[in-house]
């Protein structure tokens, strides 16, 4: 196993989050975010700048993403379909401290489409989470659900979701989140079939092609 590259500390939140993907309201502001200022394989000609936070609660954990972004795509409307091929924001994620449970996969374009998935390594095991867990994944999106023709001007757009624990302990062993509590995960950008394709990563995945799919380069998000 390589040595985790990143740390990230998930603050707690106190009260109610409304999901409307406003990266400025008030319970994010002192939220520390992460920076996804690594690539896998050859740096891209375009290399957007990507920010995340987290949080989390008993029930649930909050991310959003904010991207500024150029060369904006979105044609994939369907969850369960090849949202990355669209702009697209991702985690891949084992929610406990071991990568050999497996990890999942949540890759959402920045029209709200979904891909979710649970599986052992790649190819393996895979598990398509269905229409009615999709269904409970509380998303916002400040971009429209399509964007057909690419946007070449700068462009920023923000993704909002809130994704309840009790989804993920139905396919995979759950360390719940509280203090100490240590989950692995990288964070990515990409964006397949767009005139500047590029696979960014949060913690780097030192291979030669961009591959997403190795938990061996997942940081750590520590739960305070």
Same mark, same amino acid.
């Given at each position: 196993?390589?040595?985790?590259?990143?740390?990230?500390?998930?603050?707690?939140?106190?009260? @109610?989050?409304?999901?409307? *993907?406003?990266?400025?309201?008030?319970?994010?502001?002192?939220? /520390?975010?992460?920076?996804?200022?690594?690539?896998?394989?050859?740096?891209?000609?375009?290399? /957007?700048?990507?920010?995340?936070?987290?949080?989390? #609660?008993?029930k649930n954990i909050y991310?959003?993403?904010?991207?500024?972004?150029?060369?904006?795509?979105?044609?994939t409307e369907d969850h369960? *379909?090849?949202?990355?091929?669209?702009?697209?924001?991702?985690?891949? +994620?084992? /929610?406990?401290?071991?990568?050999?449970?497996?990890?999942?996969?949540?890759?959402?374009?920045?029209?709200? *489409?979904?891909?979710?998935?649970?599986?052992?390594?790649?190819?393996? #095991?895979?598990?398509?989470? /269905?229409?009615? #867990?999709?269904?409970?994944?509380?998303?916002?999106?400040?971009?429209?659900?399509?964007?057909?023709?690419?946007?070449?001007?700068?462009?920023?757009?923000? =993704?909002?979701?809130?994704?309840?624990?009790?989804? =993920?302990?139905?396919? &995979?062993?759950?360390?719940?989140? @509280?203090?100490?509590?240590?989950?692995?995960?990288?964070?990515?950008?990409? &964006?397949?079939?767009?005139?500047?394709?590029?696979?960014?990563?949060?913690?780097?995945?030192?291979v030669p092609a961009p591959?997403?799919?190795?938990? @061996? +380069?997942?940081?750590?998000?520590?739960? @305070?």
């Amino acid at each position: 196993m390589k040595t985790c590259a990143k740390t990230y500390s998930v603050m707690r939140l106190d009260g @109610e989050l409304a999901i409307d *993907a406003d990266w400025n309201k008030l319970q994010w502001q002192a939220v /520390p975010p992460i920076t996804l200022d690594q690539c896998s394989g050859k740096r891209p000609e375009h290399f /957007p700048h990507t920010q995340v936070k987290l949080m989390y #609660d008993d029930k649930n954990i909050y991310v959003i993403f904010r991207v500024d972004d150029q060369y904006v795509r979105c044609v994939t409307e369907d969850h369960q *379909a090849l949202v990355f091929r669209d702009s697209c924001a991702e985690i891949f +994620f084992t /929610p406990a401290e071991d990568i050999e449970q497996g990890y999942f996969k949540l890759q959402i374009n920045c029209g709200g *489409a979904i891909l979710f998935r649970c599986q052992t390594t790649r190819n393996v #095991d895979e598990i398509y989470l /269905p229409g009615t #867990d999709l269904d409970r994944v509380e998303v916002a999106h400040s971009m429209p659900k399509i964007t057909f023709h690419e946007i070449e001007k700068p462009t920023t757009w923000t =993704l909002e979701y809130r994704l309840p624990l009790d989804i =993920l302990s139905q396919y &995979a062993p759950v360390a719940k989140p @509280e203090s100490g509590i240590v989950w692995r995960a990288n964070f990515y950008k990409c &964006a397949d079939l767009t005139s500047k394709p590029h696979w960014l990563t949060w913690s780097l995945v030192d291979v030669p092609a961009p591959d997403f799919h190795r938990p @061996e +380069f997942f940081g750590e998000l520590v739960f @305070e």
